[in-house]
């Protein structure tokens, strides 16, 4: 009886501790030609972790992390012999910190027209186009 207990105890916490998380911000696919080559490109932001997924054909290729209190994140890779790179502002990275700072981010930011969270890509230092999380 007390393994039954245990186990219904566990599958409860382990269903309300999945409902306290913030889902992830999925960024629209986006295709673009390269060298006549199809690509596709795509996001996820994990709020909860602060860790930006960014993929290429489905896979995931470059990640990473904000640093704290820092809006802006570049990554870059080599894929398929391409020169591909991002360059990434987060207002909602400076927002989500709350209280006073996060009021006044938010205003520095909309004066700035600077309060979204999108990517830009680029092959070859070219930007090629924005994803949109």
């Known amino acids: 009886m007390n393994k039954v207990t ?6 409860a916490v382990m269903t309300l501790a999945g409902c306290g998380s913030t889902p992830p911000r999925v ?10 080559t199809d690509m596709t490109f795509g996001g996820i932001y994990n709020v909860d972790k602060n860790h930006l997924e960014l993929s290429i054909n489905g896979e995931p290729v470059m990640k990473g992390r ?3 209190y820092t809006p802006t994140l570049n990554l870059s890779t080599d894929y398929q012999g391409e020169d591909i790179s991002s360059y990434c502002y987060f207002g909602s990275v400076l927002q989500e910190r709350g209280g ?5 981010a938010g205003m520095i930011q909309a004066s700035q ?6 990517c830009e890509i680029k092959v070859a ?9």
């Open 100 to 104: 006073k700072f996060g009021m006044i």
């Open 113 to 118: 027209q600077k309060s979204g969270d999108k």
């Open 6 to 11: 245990l186990t219904c105890t566990l599958a």
């Open 125 to 133: 230092g070219e930007i090629k186009e924005h994803l949109y999380f």
């Open 27 to 36: 960024a629209q696919e986006k295709v673009v030609t390269i060298n006549g």
């Open 66 to 68: 904000f640093a704290p």
